[in-house]
């Protein structure tokens, strides 16, 4: 396997859920420990405190570190400076948003994010990145005729049957792998909707990289589509070029 992943799903700061070292160092180094080359992240801040003081930290995390790709966040439950804040983000290049609704009590039925989605976000074509505990079907039905890309993240084996009907109806909806806890998940997926559709992510450091990366690592799938799952269909879908 070539050496070098590019991973979706990380963060760093404070994590008032649980005792948890999340500390930028820290992240860098699990970065380091397992050949993770690039990596999208976010402020912690940004998701429990002020989410204009989170991407801010993020942005300088990014600034500092460039293997580090910078994740926006804003809480539509807020809303005071939600759109104004989106629209800066943007405005300086981000081309990831991740959403917490899991943990600040609001819904993507709702409308403040419905207004966000149609006045700001979708106009942009930025990709989304929404948690699985939403429902495969409510994102599906969100992402009909919308240009965004929607990555579902801690996907679960459980949610399997409605992810595969929901991405073979949706081209643009992906699934983030580091908690799909099956033995046969990769190939399954492969089959039914391909392997450009799965995009590595790990949850670090508040997870274990090397389960995430063992997962696809050790899947029965070419070297090609490994590399795919690793990094090549993030970086098609955010339109990055590839890593020095």
Sequence with gaps: MQIGYFDVNTLFGVWPKRPADIALPTLLQRLRDHHITRACTLSAAGIFY????????????????????????????????????????????????????????????????RKLLRTVLAPAGVT?????????????????????????????????????VVMQERPNVYVETHMINSPNWVELLKAEVGVERLIFGSNAPLAYVSAAVAQVEYAPISEAEKSLIFGGNLQRVLGLPAAA
Excluded at 129 to 153: K, Q, R
């Design 128 to 164: 989304l990145v929404l948690p699985a505990e939403l429902g495969f079907t409510t994102i599906g039905d969100m992402a009909t005729d919308l240009p965004n890309a929607i990555i579902v993240e801690s996907f679960k084996y459980a949610f399997l049957s409605e992810a595969i």
């Design 50 to 113: 002020d989410f204009v003081e989170g991407n801010a930290e993020t942005l300088a995390a990014a600034a500092a570190h460039p293997e580090l790709v910078p994740i926006g966040t804003v809480n539509p439950c807020r809303w005071l400076g939600c759109l104004d804040e989106a629209r800066r983000l943007i405005d300086q290049g981000v081309k990831l948003f991740r959403f917490f609704p899991q943990y600040q009590e609001w819904h993507i039925s709702q409308a403040p994010f």
